[in-house]
Nanobody, 121 residues
Framework: QVQLVESGGGLVQPGGSLRLSCVAS????????MGWYRQAPGKQRELVGV???????DYADSVKGRFTISRNNAKNTVSLQMNSLKPEDTAVYYC???????????????WGQGTQVTVSS
């Protein structure tokens, strides 16, 4: 079992920066791919970025070059550095842990409670 707690959300002006953090407790953090997702009002939850166990990262096209995801396995934390924020980045941001097991019965997927990010002047 993995428990995830996000922090760092808030209100920021367009062009500003925020850093989100997610602390994981429970099972082996390093065995999971860690991702950030977001959900804006009236829209589906979407992937923002993911960092896999080996350190490889993938990002949504909309945030490439602006957002950076990183992880610290020793501290069981994953962070999302968000720069050059835009109003369309406004959403609830969720931390996710996924062991990416190929067999469905062995798949483990966990979510945090979410943190609000609002980009507005």
């Amino acid at each position: 079992q993995v428990q995830l707690v996000e922090s760092g959300g808030g209100l920021v002006q367009p062009g500003g920066s925020l850093r989100l953090s997610c602390v994981a407790s429970g099972s082996i953090f390093s065995a999971h791919a860690m991702g950030w997702y977001r959900q804006a009002p009236g829209k589906q939850r979407e992937l923002v970025g993911v960092i896999r166990r080996g350190g490889r990262t993938d990002y949504a096209d909309s945030v490439k070059g602006r957002f950076t995801i990183s992880r610290n396995n020793a501290k069981n934390t994953v962070s999302l550095q968000m720069n050059s924020l835009k109003p369309e980045d406004t959403a609830v941001y969720y931390c996710n842990a996924d062991n990416e097991a190929p067999i469905a019965s062995m798949r483990q997927n966990y979510w945090g409670q979410g943190t609000q990010v609002t980009v507005s002047s």
